[in-house]
């Protein structure tokens, strides 16, 4: 008998409002409420469970949401206080801020907190020194390297493969197209723009192979009726801000296709408990 490797894709949306991010962001539709549930009815109809990376600002606005997604079932994740990359912090700020977003997101319902992820993957070889913090408040893992260069924030010395940093937290980067093409293979904007069959076989290669695939979303990538306005990440460029909008309608139907093809979500914290030597790992508790 041929055995066939479990496949794990290890979805997760990172729950931000780029309207907090503007000076006029107040005049846009709240869409990430609409949106978060839209999420939690596609992976209730699929019965899996997912990581949601949460901004505490969103917390803070939306704590029915934190709830909602604690009583699914699903993770929680810390995802910085107001989504300020690791690159504009110190190491005192980003303390601060981490100790902002754990107590919101307790006060807002989660029960435990084992994992970070860094806004536009912006830990990188120059921020590390984040590791230390995560490392004292006794985070399990963070997901927060793009292991690749590109025009925001990457590190490509990191290598592919999940590292545990100083014996006590492991870094789980995020998933590149196999080979030479480093383009994250199953992330929002990626997932959006490039044609299914690559996709398609991304995830063949790391399922022959035994190997989670790591994903991120967030709640406009799915958002196909959001009235369109300019990005605060798009530094005023029409052609990046067009690719913010592009082919949304595609993603549920692109995700639900990697379902058929066998591939289970699970939370990282599972997958890292699991699969991963945890030993010498500290958990955050609602105390």
């Known amino acids: 008998m041929t055995h066939h490797p479990k496949k794990y894709f290890l979805f997760s949306v990172d729950l931000e409002d780029v309207r907090h991010r503007m000076s006029d962001g107040h005049r846009h539709e709240e869409r990430v409420p609409p949106m978060t549930e839209r999420y939690l009815q596609f992976l209730d109809r699929n019965k899996m469970k997912a990581t949601f990376f949460i901004v505490g600002d969103v917390a803070k606005r ?17 995802h910085t206080n107001t989504h300020i990359p690791l690159t504009q912090q110190t190491r005192e700020s980003f303390r601060a801020d981490l100790d902002e977003n754990m107590e919101i997101l307790f006060n807002a319902g989660a029960k435990a907190l084992y994992g970070f992820r860094a806004p536009v993957f912006s830990l990188t070889e120059k921020t590390q020194w984040a590791y230390d913090v995560l490392i004292e408040l006794g985070f399990t893992y963070s997901s927060s390297v793009l292991p690749a260069k590109n025009p925001l924030h990457g590190w490509e010395k990191f290598g592919r493969e999940f590292k545990l940093i100083q014996n006590a937290l492991w870094e789980l980067p995020i998933t590149l197209y196999p080979k030479y093409f480093s383009l994250p293979c199953a992330g929002g904007v990626y997932l959006r723009m490039l044609p299914y069959w690559m996709t ?4 063949a290669y790391y399922g022959n192979r035994g190997l989670p695939v790591l994903s991120y979303f967030h709640p406009y990538d799915i958002d196909s009726e959001e009235k369109p306005f300019m990005f605060p990440d798009a530094n005023n460029s029409r052609i990046f801000n067009q690719l913010m909008y592009i082919n949304r309608k595609s993603v549920l139907r692109k995700l639900e296709k990697i379902i058929d093809s066998g591939w289970e979500i699970i939370p990282y914290h599972d997958y890292v408990m699991q699969h991963l030597e945890v030993n010498t790992v500290k958990t955050i508790l609602n105390s």
């Not at 939306?62 to 909602?68: D, M, N």
């Not at 398609?200 to 995830?203: G, S």
């Open 200 to 203: 398609q076989r991304a995830f």
């Open 62 to 78: 939306y704590p029915q949401l934190v709830q909602s997604i604690v009583q699914a079932g699903h993770e929680v994740g810390c």
